[in-house]
Nanobody, 120 residues
Framework: QVQLVESGGGLEQAGGSLRLSCAAS????????WGWYRQAPGKERELVAA???????DYLDSVKGRFTISRDNAKNTVYLQMNNLKPEDTAVYYC??????????????WGQGTQVTVSS
């Protein structure tokens, strides 16, 4: 079982930066995919950034060049560096971890969410 705890959210002005952290605990050996999702009021939850075991990354088009997902294996922590923030980035951000093979999710876990608010 995996526990995910997010931190680093808050209020920031447009053009500013925030770094979200996701500390993982429990049995994480089988986890081979990490990601950050976000959900704004009235909208579906969407994948913002993904990091796979091979090191490849994927980003939502609207955050490319501004956000970076990374992982510190020693600290068992995943980060989302968010630069040049825009009001449209305002949402609750969720850390996600999964064991996935051939497109099938064998297990997945979610953090509790952290609020990011970007003012104009």
């Amino acid at each position: 079982q995996v526990q995910l705890v997010e931190s680093g959210g808050g209020l920031e002005q447009a053009g500013g930066s925030l770094r979200l952290s996701c500390a993982a605990s429990g049995i994480t050996f089988s986890i081979n995919a990490w990601g950050w999702y976000r959900q704004a009021p009235g909208k579906e939850r969407e994948l913002v950034a993904a990091l796979k075991s091979g090191g490849s990354t994927d980003y939502l088009d609207s955050v490319k060049g501004r956000f970076t997902i990374s992982r510190d294996n020693a600290k068992n922590t995943v980060y989302l560096q968010m630069n040049n923030l825009k009001p449209e980035d305002t949402a609750v951000y969720y850390c996600h971890a999964a064991e996935v093979h051939n497109g099938f999710y064998y297990s997945q876990f979610w953090g509790q969410g952290t609020q990011v608010t970007v003012s104009s």
